[in-house]
């Protein structure tokens, strides 16, 4: 459903002028993408990071890539439409792309803000400043009206921290590290976190070639590989939700079955449970009470809350499973407790 076109390591350093064919080429495709109905619901691009090197590289790919999408569209863009920025690493940078995407806007007149930006996390340096802070929310405040999502690195930060490949994972304990301070900073500010990606592919090691069929050992062999890479994704994906992270990166269409089990598996398990405990707090309006042996309080309330509104927002339940807790839609599409509340005392 959320695509990027990217620009970044998995395009490559290439000659100028491949690179800048390719931008063309890939913003023909996106309008013509447009004009036919066929953009997945998300879309942008990821361009280089803007370290010293790579920034004018990047800023020329994405000024090529815009100006070449508006004609053919004759000034539309995609809504939504992001641009990625990854690797980050002090709040100047997010504050140079605003910039440049301000100019573009009012040069296209644009409505402001147009364009969304979203931040690659993945980075020691977008962790623990040079200051000793946490720079993340400086770099959010520098895309005012524009930073709608975070993205957790995995492979780059734990590279970053000196961690060999063989122990470069989502689970990493340095990576627990890092989320936590994204979660933290970015609480209440509206912007969305995302983690990192399973890079462990389902794919078996055993490929048919013209005119000759796999063995069966060589069958079991690919049974196996795909097996084990689901149970991996499966886990990570588990991980990251139970960590409050409900968003991640996909890397192979083959991980998308086990991303949607552990997406619908997690809501659904703790469905009996969830509606219970939101149905006995709202007929109690609000005052602490006691459902089995967890004790609710006003803040768990919003909690339950928010546990609905993903489960029914991902298709993991129905309006009438949701219904099952006493709320009305109405009430749901307020996503306040404090607001259903008051609703319910007048």
């Known amino acids: 459903e959320d695509f990027r076109i990217d620009f970044e390591d998995g395009y490559g350093n290439r000659p100028d002028a491949e690179e800048d064919g390719h931008a063309v080429a890939a913003a023909e495709e996106v309008a013509k993408g447009l004009a036919e109905g066929t953009l997945p619901p998300f879309i942008g691009i990821r361009i280089k990071t803007f370290s010293n090197e ?11 890539f815009l100006t070449t999408l508006i004609r053919a569209t004759k000034g539309k863009l995609p809504d939504p439409f ?4 990854p690797k980050v690493v002090h709040p100047g940078q997010a504050a140079a792309l605003h910039k440049l995407l301000n100019t573009f806007e009012k040069r296209k007149k644009l409505k402001p803000n147009t364009i969304k930006v979203e931040l690659m996390i993945e980075t020691p340096q977008s962790i623990i400043g040079f ?15 524009r930073c709608t999502s975070a993205h957790f690195g995995t492979y780059d930060y734990t590279a970053s921290c000196g961690i060999t490949a063989a122990h470069q994972s989502m689970d990493h304990r340095s990576c627990d590290f890092a989320k936590h301070i994204m979660q933290v900073t970015l609480a209440g500010t509206g912007v969305n976190i995302s983690d990192g990606a399973t890079n462990v592919m389902p794919v078996g090691p055993n490929r048919p070639s013209d005119g000759v069929f796999n063995t069966a050992e060589q069958d079991r062999e690919n049974a196996e590989a795909v097996h084990r890479a689901w149970k991996l994704h499966y886990g990570h994906a588990t991980g990251s939700l139970v960590n409050g ?6 890397l192979h269409p083959a991980q998308l079955p086990t991303r949607y089990a552990a997406v619908y598996a997690f809501f659904l398990g703790g469905l009996p449970l969830a509606t219970a405990r939101l149905k006995n707090f709202m007929e109690k309006a609000a005052r ?26 991902c298709g993991a339940i129905t309006q009438d499973e949701a219904a099952a807790t006493g709320l009305t839609p109405a009430e749901f599409a307020s996503r306040s407790f404090l607001k259903i509340l ?5």
């Open 245 to 250: 992270f409900y968003q991640g990166w996909d």
């Open 288 to 313: 602490a009470t006691l459902a089995g042996d967890v004790f609710d309080d006003a803040a768990t309330g919003q909690g339950l809350l928010n546990y609905f509104l993903r489960a029914r927002n």
């Open 131 to 145: 200051d000793g802070g946490a720079p993340l929310r400086a770099m959010v405040d520098a895309l005012p009206g």
């Open 342 to 346: 008051e609703g319910r005392r007048r």
């Open 54 to 64: 790579l920034s004018l590289r990047s800023a020329r790919t994405l000024d090529i």
């Open 82 to 85: 992001y641009v990625t920025l």
